[in-house]
């Protein structure tokens, strides 16, 4: 997979920590990762992480008779908040 990104798709966290401090990458309100800078794999990286944080987050919801949308707005909100300011 060839990228713009430092990256290994085997570290997804490690990969979208150091994209979103280079700044391809950012947090919104909600909960989800959204392109920042257009560079090669940054679209796919997104989609990737967005995937699974999805399923995770229908988890939570049904664990905790809620819907999505609430889930979302709460992860974003606790992403936005522990994102350093510029990222």
């Known amino acids: 997979w060839p990228c713009a990104l430092p990256c290994?798709?085997?570290?997804p966290t490690r990969l979208t920590a150091n994209a979103?401090?280079?700044g391809y990458v950012g947090e919104q309100a909600n909960g989800y990762?959204?392109?920042?800078?257009n560079a090669s794999g940054a679209q796919t990286l997104v989609n990737d992480i967005n995937s699974r944080r999805k399923a995770h987050y229908e988890k939570i919801a049904q664990?905790?008779?809620t819907s999505l949308q609430v889930v979302e707005t709460m992860a974003g909100k606790k992403a936005i908040?522990?994102?350093?300011?510029?990222?």
Do not use: F, H, I, Y
């Not at 990762?33 to 800078?37: D, E, P, S």
């Open 20 to 22: 979103k401090a280079q």
């Open 33 to 37: 990762l959204g392109v920042v800078k």
């Open 81 to 87: 908040d522990k994102t350093p300011r510029g990222q």
């Open 63 to 65: 664990r905790n008779k």
């Open 8 to 11: 290994s798709l085997a570290m």
